[in-house]
């Protein structure tokens, strides 16, 4: 335990003695809020701490960092993004959509005790014990250790945790001819006819039975098929018969309409700053939109209007293009 202790303090410049106490404590050092769902209900969020949140960032950058993730896992990475996502499936013709449930707090601590064990990761089971502390929260009422939605080493940690079952799919899936990509809780396999993807979701559930970790179940009501007869989308981007990802006619109407009543004024600053991030991610994902903008309403219209808000969104990572635009 010295070693991760030492190392910690380290980098910190807290001493080991104040590290150990917040790693000890941290699985119950965090505050508990609810936000709405897109799809109603509410989302339980766990804040940690400050010092917890900078010890568990310390620990991403000093360990998580360095362990695999898959090449099929496509979120919460810094050279991926939901358009990475969606343009793995954008010359398919069919698409196949699933989903867990409860994806975060599903992942046990267990799950990274045994994969510490299976890969020698930290010196011994009493760093590993320290380790699982401070990445896993323990609900009120809860005597199981879980990852919390809102710490910041989860998300990477997950990916980590998931590195099994993508390789496991994707090798088995790839036998068809389909293409896998997991985007956190959302998996999409796709492939030319809809046939290559019949035997997907067994595959999924076989999966899902034999790994040892994590233990996840899927959502049943979140299993959609879909052909090119019907408009298809990847993590809320639309994928157009002829293979270009589009944020869809729809936003672009919104968007149209937004701009228009800007350049006139009528929008109050938090509707600018709304706007200002839809146009800040349709210049990544569709830049050709943006020019048709530019044509109407004007170059330094658009330009403006891009930059309102724009430090306060520098670190904008959406789950999900909804999540900008927030539709349901």
Known sequence: MASLLRTMAIETGLSEVVVQRIMQSAPHRYKQYKIDKRN??????????????????????????KLPVHPAA???????????????????????KMDFRDFFPSIRKASWMSYCAEFSIL?????????????????????????AIGAPSSPTLS??????????????????????????????????????????EKTVKRALREIPYPRLQLH???????????????????????GRVTIGKGRKRAIHAATHSASLGRLDARQMQKLAGMLAFVHS???????????????????RLQTVGSKDRRNLRPHSVNEIFEED
Do not use: C
């Open 40 to 65: 109603g209900g509410k989302r339980q969020i766990s804040q940690p701490a400050t010092e917890v949140k900078l010890l568990q960032r310390v620990f991403v950058d000093l360990y998580l960092s």
């Open 123 to 147: 010196e011994d089971h009493t760093e590993r014990d320290l380790a699982a502390s401070l990445l896993f929260q323990r609900p009120n009422g809860s005597g199981a250790m879980q990852l």
């Open 220 to 242: 049943p009501d979140k299993t959609t098929h879909i052909t090119k007869k019907f408009s298809r989308n990847v993590t809320g981007l639309v994928l157009a018969n002829d």
């Open 285 to 303: 994902v569709e830049p050709a939109f943006i020019s048709v903008l530019e044509r109407r309403y004007g170059f330094e219209t658009i330009m």
């Open 74 to 96: 496509m979120a919460y990475l810094p050279n991926k993004s939901i358009l990475d996502n969606a343009k793995a499936h954008a010359q398919a013709g069919s698409i196949l």
């Open 159 to 200: 990916n980590i945790l998931m590195f099994r079952f993508d390789e496991i799919i994707s090798s088995e899936v790839s036998q068809d001819k389909v293409v896998y990509t997991r985007y956190a809780d959302d998996l999409t396999f796709s492939a030319e006819r809809s046939w290559n993807l019949v035997d997907v």
